[in-house]
């Protein structure tokens, strides 16, 4: 099976890093409490909105992680001496 170990080290390695990032940012989401200020109002929905944020991120890191894992599958190793075409020139004249 051809596989490249490094691309899918690499997509395994975004892929396990996105989805531990999007459990953190889920367990750490920032709330309310009774009788907030107008500045903790704001500075909450700040916090929030980066949270937000930081979860699209995530998941765009587990996107292009898994991306890499099936380009994986597909890449073939170039060899270092290149490969060498013959062209046939055809019997003729």
Known sequence: MLVDK???AGGGALLVAGMVISAILGSTMPTSH???TDEEVLELMI???QN???GILAGMLVGVGFLLILV???ARRRRRGGTKTEVKKPAGD
Do not use: A, E, T, V
């Open 6 to 8: 490094r691309i899918l």
């Open 34 to 36: 009774p009788n907030m």
């Open 47 to 49: 916090q929030q909105q």
């Open 52 to 54: 937000d944020d930081m």
């Open 72 to 74: 994986s599958f597909g």
